[in-house]
Structures are given as structure tokens and as C-alpha cells.
């Protein structure tokens, strides 16, 4: 059974990780909090006497099940009140702010150069607006794999397909990921 | 050697997740304060309402067992009904065997009366007749039945 340490430093380890997650699932700041946070709970609620190394399984398929709860909710809501500005999407480039980025990454990392961390900053807003480009299911296979670093049996049990479409989502990603990046003139 | 182009584009595309991976990592980092702290703020609510599993230990279950062997003679005010009650179930199973047992040699003895009264009513078969050990039989009993 976890401790309730393990169980904290485990959530703390992923927590920034499953809200940028959700973000590029969701594009909304409020509601990928909401999700991680609802899965969190879900998670300690239902899951806090399971031995840690059953956990990061299990949070990846809650966080999957709520974000796919709350497409649902929305959808749902969405029938009810038909609202054109929640189709308006908060992930354009004009959300964008080079300057505060740069801040940021200035502040971590006082070694590296204006013009580095300008490229960094650069290539990681590219690379996040492609993932969001992604369809779903290659966007949440691709992400399980390298970020989570799951190997594919496990994001084959946590999607719930087989692991042949686990690599071909994995596959389709990287391929749509690097022809756009390309075309940008980003070369990994 | 047939895989090797198939297994060199694979790494290619390891390594390219790999890399847009990194990137990714940095960058969810630097979340902006506020974010950092409603994250903690989840995770700290999120762990004070923790599952704790109810789970007896063996340690616990072991000094159960040793309190009631202690205080099985020690508690006149229970010890009677306490024994009764332990006996009951002994001697209900005690009566049920023994019910289990009549009731399976009625129905033994059932059956082979059913299968000797079959053998006493029944027609002998002519084949009976040519059998060595039947004829043999019959030379045996008659003197006893004639001198009868």
C-alpha cells in the first residue's frame, strides 16, 4: 500500500506534466486544472491504498476517462446552449506571449543565451501548437509514449485498443509532428 | 538484415519522440505561479482524502486469538452461555453426521433388497443353462434339496 508520502510525491510528479496534458487535450487553463484536479481526487479517493507502483497505470486512464468526461459534459452542453464563442479556440497563436516566456526561461536558466532560450521557446510553442493539431487518439498515444514514457503494452491498456494501433497512432504522430516542424523549418 | 531499414526508421522515430519529449518537459516546468500553487493546492486536498485500506494484520488477528483463549475460563458471567453457544454448532454437526449416516445405509440396504427381490422374481435366462459354474451349482445344492 502507498504511504501517504508516496502517494504526494507521486502526484506532485506528474501534476505539471498531466495539466500541460490536459491543456493540449482540452485548450483551456480552467478546465485542465478542473481535470487534473478531479483526478487527482479520484485517484487518492479510490486508489490511495493500492502499492505505488500500481499508480502511475492507474492515473494515466482516470486522467484519460476525465478529460473524455469532460469532451461529454461539453458536448452535451453544448446541445443544450448552442454558444458559438465555446467553439472559439483559446490555443491560437495570439494567446502567445514570447516576452513572458522568455522571462521564464531567462529566470530558470541564467546560463543560457537571449538568443538560445528565444529559439527554445520558439521551437517548444511550434511543437505544442502541432501537438494540438493532432487527432485525439494519435495525440494521447503519442504523448503516453515518449513524454510518460510508458512502454506500448502499457498506453495499450490505458487507451483500450491493441498495441499494433498503439504504434501506428505513434507512428502517424511523428510523421504528421516532423513534416510540420519541417515545414516550419524546425529540424529536431 | 530484412528488418534493419524497418528497425533503423523505428529508432528515428524513438528518437524523435525522445526529442519533442524534452522539449515538452522543459517547457511544463516553468508553469506560471499561480498554476504551480492550484496544482499543489489539488494535490494536498487530493491526499488528505486518501483511501486507507481496512486491512486486519496477521499480528492483530494472532492477539485476537490468544485475548479469547485467555479469557475463555476467566469470564464466569459469559463463560456459560459463551460454551453453549460453542457447543451448539458441534452438536448440530455431531446429530447431522450421524443423520447423514443412517440415511445412506437405509438407502444401501434399500438398494440391495431391490436388487435381490430382482434377481428372486426374475425369469432364469436359458443361457444361465449352458454356464459351467451355474450347472456346477445346481449338482452341489441338489442333495441338500432333495434330502430336504
Not at chain 1, 137 to 159: K, P, S
Not at chain 2, 56 to 84: H, K, P
Not at chain 2, 98 to 113: C, G, K, P, V
Request: proline fraction near 3%; charged fraction near 25%; hydrophobic fraction near 40%.
Amino acid at each position: 500500500m502507498a504511504t501517504e508520502q508516496e502517494l504526494s510525491d507521486f502526484l506532485k510528479s506528474v501534476e505539471k506534466r498531466a495539466f500541460k496534458r490536459s491543456i493540449y487535450h482540452v485548450r483551456d487553463e480552467e478546465a485542465a486544472l478542473d481535470i487534473v484536479q478531479d483526478s487527482m481526487m479520484k485517484l487518492a479517493q479510490h486508489y490511495g491504498d493500492k502499492p505505488a507502483s500500481e499508480l502511475p497505470m492507474l492515473f494515466q486512464r482516470i486522467l484519460s476517462n476525465t478529460t473524455l468526461d469532460w469532451f461529454r459534459r461539453r458536448k452535451t452542453r453544448s446541445a443544450l446552449f448552442s454558444n458559438m464563442s465555446e467553439f472559439a479556440s483559446p490555443g491560437d497563436d495570439g494567446d502567445f506571449d514570447l516576452l513572458e516566456t522568455l522571462e521564464t526561461l531567462n529566470n530558470s536558466e541564467g546560463t543560457e543565451s537571449a538568443q538560445d532560450a528565444t529559439e527554445r521557446a520558439q521551437i517548444l510553442h511550434e511543437i505544442e501548437l502541432q501537438i494540438q493539431e493532432l487527432p485525439d487518439r494519435q495525440r494521447e498515444a503519442f504523448l503516453m509514449r515518449y513524454w510518460e514514457e510508458m512502454d506500448v503494452a502499457e498506453t495499450a491498456a490505458v487507451m483500450g485498443c491493441s498495441e499494433g494501433s498503439v504504434k501506428t497512432h505513434c507512428s502517424r504522430a511523428i510523421h504528421a509532428l516532423s513534416k510540420a516542424l519541417s515545414a516550419k523549418g524546425i529540424k529536431l | 538484415m530484412m528488418n534493419s531499414p524497418r528497425k533503423r526508421a523505428a529508432i528515428q522515430q524513438d528518437r524523435f519522440g525522445l526529442k519533442t519529449a524534452a522539449y515538452l518537459s522543459a517547457g511544463s516546468a516553468d508553469l506560471p505561479y499561480d498554476i504551480s500553487e492550484r496544482l499543489r493546492a489539488a494535490r494536498v486536498q487530493a491526499v488528505s482524502k486518501r483511501k486507507i485500506a481496512t486491512t486486519q494484520t496477521a499480528g492483530g488477528i494472532v492477539n485476537t486469538g490468544g485475548s479469547a483463549a485467555l479469557t475463555w475460563g476467566t469470564d464466569e458471567g459469559l463463560s456459560w452461555w459463551a460454551r453453549i453457544g460453542a457447543v451448539l454448532p458441534l452438536i448440530a454437526l455431531v446429530i447431522g453426521l450421524l443423520a447423514i449416516n443412517s440415511i445412506q445405509d437405509d438407502s444401501r440396504a434399500q438398494e440391495l433388497a431391490e436388487v435381490d427381490s430382482a434377481l428372486l422374481t426374475d425369469e432364469l435366462p436359458p443361457a444361465a443353462f449352458a454356464d459351467p459354474g451355474f450347472v456346477q451349482f445346481l449338482k452341489a445344492t441338489r442333495p441338500t434339496v432333495t434330502a430336504q
